[in-house]
């Protein structure tokens, strides 16, 4: 999934690529799909914050969230029959630890990835990834795919069409 790593000068996540690309190798997901994110999410605004939802930061997690993915692994990569490669969002690709702080750009953009692969791993479907990031997976396994909100359909219309195109042929 990981399509390589971004270069700057395609939006308002450019001033985080590093931390993106690291995270995007750690758990082997497209970098342009975290991007993509943060580009909706935030703008590229470590301290957004979502008043009515309580998310909070880059990618907009959810305080319960947060605290749920820097503590449960989640596998990353598997070959075979082997057991699979896992990671959490406590520690960073080097295995430094991060930040409990949610507006800590390094953490939250790890705790945001952690929770697409999560999604990745349940729906193996971009689309469904994104609805579950938005809608919570709970929603998404209800309705067996994208659910019929149009905001969950348009957040993830811009995320696909714009966003990640523009950060893919940057």
């Not at 598997?78 to 702080?101: C, I, V, Y």
């Not at 349940?122 to 689309?127: I, M, T």
Request: hydrophobic share 35%.
């Amino acid at each position: 999934n990981n399509a390589g790593t971004l270069k700057a000068g395609c939006g308002s996540a450019d001033p985080y690529l590093e931390i993106i690309n690291e995270a995007a190798a750690q758990y082997n997901i497209d970098a342009a799909w975290i991007a993509g994110v943060i580009e909706q999410e935030s703008h590229g605004d470590a301290t957004a914050r979502n008043e009515e939802s309580q998310a909070k930061g880059l990618m907009q997690l959810l305080p319960g969230t947060f605290a749920e993915v820097r503590s449960n692994p989640v596998i990353v990569s598997r070959t075979g029959d082997s057991p699979g490669r896992t990671a959490t969002a406590a520690k960073d690709r080097l295995g430094q630890e991060l930040s409990g702080d949610i507006f800590d750009p390094t953490a939250n953009i790890y705790a945001g990835t952690h929770y697409l692969r999560q999604n990745y791993n349940a729906y193996s479907n971009l689309k469904f990834v994104l609805a579950a990031y938005n809608a919570g997976p709970g929603t998404v396994s209800y309705y067996h795919g994208l659910p019929p909100f149009s905001q969950t359909q348009e957040y993830v219309k811009k995320i696909t069409q714009e966003h990640i195109p523009k950060y893919q042929k940057c």
